[in-house]
T-cell receptor, first 112, second 116 residues
Framework: QQPVQSPQAVILREGEDAVINCSSS?????VHWYRQKHGEAPVFLMI?????EQKGHDKISASFNEKKQQSSLYLTASQLSYSGTYFC?????????????FGTGTRLTIIP | KAGVTQTPRYLIKTRGQQVTLSCSPI?????VSWYQQTPGQGLQFLFE???????NKGNFPGRFSGRQFSNSRSEMNVSTLELGDSALYLC???????????????FGSGTRLTVV
């Protein structure tokens, strides 16, 4: 079952904050977040594990609500370099034998 | 450190032909996954290999197959190509295991396949 991402697209001015959500109808073990710029490969941002902590580095962080099977990616004080399509990838079982199912993506555009 | 290398970058094939795509993972990564990316369907999981064994398979027809060699390099084959197989095929490798739970996947730049 493909996770649902929202919003599908968002346009922000530099310095504004954004939240991207990822919801699953199934119990999740982990959630991955990736960013893909046009014409490039997806790049790994972070992973959240069941029972794990909220993650973050620089001004990008994420949380995982196990009860709701939802994850949110937070981008604060957005920079032009944050533009791209963000994908969440969900796994139903633990590492070592997982199959990532990706959401349809959220296109983020940062304007000066 | 070299990244994930996929060859060729671009490919044009005729309906009915078959194609083989290659992926060289990052040194030391034993897990290799393949994804199909299209504008309409997004990133769709094809299969995952670990130590030459297919561990997981997505919902694609049997025309899609793959294998992994002892050096972790992987190939993907699509037989009897259809127009709908036109897509970007991405390979991703990872060192993920029980001791490396916080690692994600590193994607290659992909092979753009066009079926005419």
């Amino acid at each position: 079952q493909q996770p649902v991402q929202s919003p599908q697209a968002v346009i922000l001015r530099e310095g504004e904050d954004a939240v991207i959500n990822c919801s699953s109808s199934k119990a999740l073990y982990s959630v991955h977040w990736y960013r893909q710029k046009h014409g490039e490969a997806p790049v790994f941002l972070m992973i959240l594990l069941k029972g794990g902590e909220q993650k973050g580095h620089d001004k990008i962080s994420a949380s995982f609500n196990e009860k709701k099977q939802q994850s949110s990616l937070y981008l604060t004080a957005s920079q032009l370099s944050y533009s791209g399509t963000y994908f969440c990838g969900t796994a139903l079982i633990n590492f070592g034998n997982e199959k990532l199912t990706f959401g349809t993506g959220t296109r983020l555009t940062i304007i000066p | 450190k070299a990244g994930v290398t996929q060859t060729p970058r671009y490919l044009i094939k005729t309906r009915g032909q078959q194609v083989t795509l290659s992926c060289s993972p990052i040194s030391g990564h034993r897990s290799v996954s393949w994804y199909q990316q299209t504008p309409g369907q997004g990133l769709q999981f094809l299969f995952e290999y670990f130590s030459e064994t297919q561990r997981n398979k997505g919902n694609f027809p049997g025309r899609f197959s793959g294998r992994q060699f002892s050096n972790s390099r992987s190939e993907m084959n699509v037989s009897t190509l259809e127009l709908g197989d036109s897509a970007l095929y991405l390979c991703a490798s990872s060192p993920r295991d029980s001791r490396r739970a916080n690692y994600g996947y590193t994607f290659g730049s992909g092979t753009r396949l066009t079926v005419v």
